[in-house]
T-cell receptor
């Protein structure tokens, strides 16, 4: 079974803190993704990575950065957390067979509250 | 940007009934996927239908795709309380297997 794990299920941080969200997958997938999920807005793509050290901006990258030093690990960084970044953060991975999209495997999510 | 829009936003049915939810999208796709999310958890992939397919089945799930109308439907037959979840469609957004998720349909199955 594919397993995608996220470092925390719940996290509470203060405004201005630097926040690291970690994601690890064990299926040797090339692609990894970070989404945030807010009520009424569905999932929105923050950043994705299609290979080690490669990253691409998604739809809402402002206020976030990412790091992918190893194939299995993809980190989301909030440089200076703000209250509008309070959200559910979901990490996903998928294999890269062709240009067509393929199913994504999701972690359990991290519910981040910024106070 | 949101490519898929699910309809209805919420649906409440009795156990044993069928549940149908719809997804409309805006631009041409290579394939469309449906995912389920139980409350407060990650998403689980249910089924993928390619643009050259019109219908696909998986257990109690039936998915249809009408590319001329840019729409898809997910039918869950003989629903169970365990089917209570949010359901999302996802369309490919080109390159590197990005997908764009809709806003979801929240299904409640009453025992």
């Amino acid at each position: 079974d594919v397993k995608v794990t996220q470092s925390s299920r719940y996290l509470v941080k203060r405004t201005g803190e630097k926040v690291f969200l970690e994601c690890v997958q064990d299926m040797d997938h090339e692609n990894m993704f970070w989404y945030r999920q807010d009520p009424g807005l569905g999932l929105r793509l923050i950043y994705f990575s299609y290979d080690v050290k490669m990253k691409e901006k998604g739809d809402i990258p402002e206020g976030y950065s990412v790091s992918r030093e190893k194939k299995e690990r993809f980190s989301l960084i909030l440089e200076s957390a703000s209250t509008n970044q309070t959200s559910m953060y979901l990490c996903a991975s998928s294999p890269r067979f062709s240009k067509a999209s393929y199913e994504q495997y999701f972690g359990p999510g991290t519910r981040l509250t910024v106070t | 940007s949101q490519q898929g829009e699910e309809d209805p936003q919420a649906l409440s049915i009795q156990e044993g009934e069928n549940a149908t939810m719809n997804c409309s999208y805006k631009t041409s796709i290579n394939n469309l996927q449906w995912y389920r999310q139980n409350s407060g958890r990650g998403l689980v992939h249910l089924i993928l239908i390619r643009s050259n397919e019109r219908e696909k089945h998986s257990g109690r799930l039936r998915v249809t795709l009408d590319t001329s109308k840019k729409s898809s439907s997910l039918l869950i037959t003989a629903s169970r309380a365990a089917d209570t979840a949010s359901y999302f469609c996802a369309t490919d957004a080109g390159g590197y297997q990005k997908v764009t998720f809709g806003t979801g349909t929240k299904l409640q199955v009453i025992p």
